[in-house]
């Protein structure tokens, strides 16, 4: 069992940075994959980024007006917590954050809602114009 708590959420301006953090309780999180997904209001949830088990291996959301280069996804298996850097935001990253884990790793995989076996209960991203 993996049980998982988002912080770090927040009000920023247009152009700011925060850093996610997802904590994981429990001794076999070192073995999960781990993905970060968003939620806009009115929205389905989407993939942000994701992160394999050794960290050799991580993917990110290749969409219009993507996170890539802008978002940065890490591990610290030490500390039981996976982080989200995310910079330059703009307002349309305005969503509640979750993480989630799971045991499964592949391009295609990591960006379903439902490869994941675990997810946190998410943290609110507020980017203001």
Same mark, same amino acid.
């Given at each position: ?49 994701? +992160?394999?088990?050794? &960290? +050799? ?14 978002? $940065? +996804? ?28 799971? $045991? ?9 809602? $439902? ?13 203001? &114009?």
């Amino acid at each position: 069992q993996v049980q998982l708590v988002e912080s770090g959420g927040g009000l920023v301006q247009a152009g700011g940075s925060l850093r996610l953090s997802c904590a994981a309780s429990g001794r076999t999180f070192v073995s999960y994959a781990v993905g970060w997904f968003r939620q806009a209001p009115g929205k389905e949830r989407e993939f942000v980024a994701a +992160i394999s088990s050794s &960290s +050799i291996n991580v993917y990110y959301a290749d969409y219009a007006d993507s996170v890539k280069g802008r978002f $940065t +996804i890490s591990r610290d298996n030490a500390k039981n917590t996976v982080y989200l850097q995310m910079n330059s935001l703009k307002p349309e990253d305005t969503a509640v954050y979750y993480c989630a884990a799971g $045991t499964r790793w592949s391009t295609k995989v990591v960006v379903t809602t $439902t490869s994941y076996d675990y997810w946190g209960q998410g943290t609110q991203v507020t980017v203001s &114009s």
